[in-house]
């Protein structure tokens, strides 16, 4: 799996767009990047996963440029909720469930009121 | 639909000692994945199961070890328990089929080796 490299933690305010940006120089050709959210003492939550180009859903979007080389999570006006850490994964999704997952260790997301 | 559970919430064990973990998978979902997350780090992969059978492994050494029943529930067993084995134990089950790194995690079990 690919190495990634996130900033350890971001500081933000109530009502605006965050950014996290994930670097994976080493990603191959195959690999997709995926990205999940964890709060204290609970288990990791899936957000969103994509290939290239940009990928929407009703939490988040992903910016992916045309060399793959690196993404970016971006979480449109942050609530206090969204204090969490972010975690981005890349790798080849097997077929038939077969899947692990590589954290590293995320991005500490600070939302302030 | 339910989620993934797990039993029990916290444990508090010696060194030395033995401790089972278990998990509930989500309705439908025959693949069960374990991790180890120590305080301030990222989840660490143990252990895959599926269809009752180890699918993958992590760098865990052997006392680490695991079932999974043929209703996709799933235990992991911890031998010889030592300090450093202190940490948040997650499962996460993903559905027969799915070519995604989209897994569904447990709440976790918070195991203390003292």
């Known amino acids: 799996l690919a190495k990634t490299t996130q900033p350890i933690s971001m500081d933000s305010y109530e009502g605006q767009e965050v950014n996290i940006t994930c670097s994976h120089n080493n990603i191959a050709t195959n690999d997709y990047i995926t990205w999940y959210q964890q709060f204290p003492s609970q288990g990791p939550r899936f957000i969103i996963q994509?290939?290239?180009t940009k990928v929407t859903n009703e939490v988040a979007s992903l910016f992916i440029p045309a060399d793959r080389k690196s993404s970016t999570l971006s979480l449109p006006r942050v609530s206090l909720s969204d204090t969490a850490v972010y975690y981005c994964l890349v790798g080849d999704p097997p077929g038939l469930g077969y899947s692990t997952l590589t954290f590293g260790k995320g991005t500490m997301l600070l939302v302030s009121p | 639909e339910t989620g993934v559970t797990q039993s029990p919430t916290h444990l508090i064990k010696t060194r030395g000692q033995q401790v089972t973990l278990r998990c509930s998978s989500q309705?439908?979902?025959?693949?069960v994945s374990w991790y180890q997350q120590a305080l301030g780090q990222g989840p660490q992969f143990i252990f895959q199961?599926?269809?009752?059978?180890?699918?993958g492994r992590g760098n865990f050494p052997p006392r680490f070890s695991g079932l999974q029943f043929p209703n996709y529930s799933s235990e992991l067993n911890v031998n010889a328990l030592e300090l450093d084995d202190s940490a948040l134990y997650l499962c996460?089950?993903?559905?027969?089929?799915?070519?995604?790194?989209?897994?569904?995690f447990g709440p976790g079990t918070r195991l203390t080796v003292t």
């Open positions: 996460a089950s993903s559905p027969p089929g799915q070519a995604s790194y989209e897994q569904y």
């Open positions: 309705s439908g979902h025959n693949t």
């Open positions: 199961y599926y269809r009752e059978e180890e699918n």
């Open positions: 994509g290939y290239k």
